[in-house]
């Protein structure tokens, strides 16, 4: 089986403590994560970048130190099996504006609660519950060192 790799960034806002997630609708209804496949030599991380930056326009990102995830799934594609590995990043985005490309017809900025409601896929529900208790420890070990 073929083997194809993707990145991606969970793409958050923070405003008076509330933490809000970027969603994107894909045409097929799907609600998830900026997120593509690598080209070329890129590295992973130069992947995540520009497919977030061809599907939301945000270039401006506060990288997260020490968050990376992975997810691994199978997927069929014009009768096409493939074994996709996803690396996931995390990043603050102080800019509300978003430009959605042709592959997606919608976006919203949530809070975790409502995020988890309308992505479908359990892995992706994953990461963010990891992204939500990583940026959870890291506001309350902040609080603690005050």
């Not at 958050?12 to 994107?24: P, S, T």
């Not at 504006?97 to 042709?102: R, Y």
Request: charged share 30%; hydrophobic share 35%; aromatic share 10%.
């Amino acid at each position: 089986m073929a083997h194809k790799k993707a990145a991606g960034i969970i793409v958050f806002q923070e405003k008076l403590g509330l933490i809000r997630y970027l969603l994107l609708c894909n045409l097929r209804g799907e609600w998830g994560f900026p997120k593509g496949g690598a080209k070329g030599g890129e590295t992973i991380l130069e992947t995540a970048l520009r497919e977030t930056k061809e599907e939301t326009g945000i270039e401006e990102l506060e990288f997260q130190k020490g968050f990376k995830e992975q997810i691994q799934y199978s997927c069929q594609r014009s009768n096409r099996k493939f074994w996709k590995t996803v690396d996931y990043f995390l990043a603050l985005n102080k800019n509300r504006e978003v430009k959605l490309s042709s592959e997606h017809n919608k976006y919203l900025w949530l809070p975790y609660q409502a995020a988890l409601k309308k992505m479908i896929f359990s892995s992706q529900k994953e990461i963010l519950k990891k992204a939500q208790v990583f940026l959870g420890s890291k506001s309350s070990s902040a609080k603690t060192n005050l």
